[in-house]
T-cell receptor
């Protein structure tokens, strides 16, 4: 009964490769997010979608492209991976009522390691 | 820019003691949320306090908010070894829909 699930859990790949991370939520939420957590545990928002529409797009290299085929899924594709992309990437979701500032539910993360 | 900054960065206590973590933030907020992260897991929402509230309780958790000082505190009473985790505060801005801005967290270790 995983509420927010991400695949894969671990991703080890070479610099320059292209990779995707998938996220699905079964909570019926309208809003989904991608966060990046660095080695110092600092968590930073990357993107947010509400009902398949992009609403938050932080200063992220355009090598990162989110895609939301429906409101239950938000995938992250990364082109031309660089060493600095090594981090843990978290997907999250929340309901959109109350001005969107609702508690968020997180997946367990995808640990991306670039060799 | 980083919204919340937690203090202390690390806290080590014995089971049964209380743990207090502080958070400061920079810009105006709609609400402030506290999350827990166990090692290798995602964040779990603990408690939300709105900008017009000063104190909130949930079980062994007590959160305070001082908007004049732009600060919040999380108190865990009668701590247990299972409380060992990283704790993050996150400010939810009123103008940035859904955007939570996290601090770097406090690592809490509770020794049995």
């Amino acid at each position: 009964d995983t509420a927010v699930s991400q695949t894969p859990k671990y991703l080890v790949t070479q610099m320059g490769n292209d990779k995707s991370i998938k996220c699905e939520q079964n909570l019926g939420h309208d809003t989904m997010y991608w966060y990046k957590q660095d080695s110092k545990k600092f968590l930073k928002i990357m993107f947010s979608y509400n009902n398949k529409e992009l609403i938050i797009n932080e200063t992220v290299p355009n090598r990162f492209s989110p895609k939301s085929p429906d409101k239950a899924h938000l995938n992250l594709h990364i082109n031309s991976l660089e060493l600095g992309d090594s981090a843990v990437y978290f997907c999250a979701s929340s309901p959109s009522g109350g001005g969107f500032n609702q508690p968020q539910h997180f997946g367990d993360g995808t640990r991306l390691s670039i060799l | 820019s980083q919204q919340g900054e937690e203090d202390p960065q690390a806290l080590s206590i014995q089971e049964g003691e209380n743990a207090t973590m502080n958070c400061s933030y920079k810009t105006s907020i709609n609400n402030l949320q506290w999350y827990r992260q166990n090692s290798g897991r995602g964040l779990v929402h603990l408690i939300l306090i709105r900008s017009n509230e000063r104190e909130k309780h949930s079980g062994r958790l007590r959160v305070t908010l001082d908007t004049s000082k732009k600060s919040s505190s999380l108190l865990i009473t009668a701590s247990r070894a299972a409380d060992t985790a990283s704790y993050f505060c996150a400010g939810a801005g009123g103008t940035s829909y859904g955007k939570l801005t996290f601090g770097q967290g406090t690592i809490l270790t509770v020794h049995p």
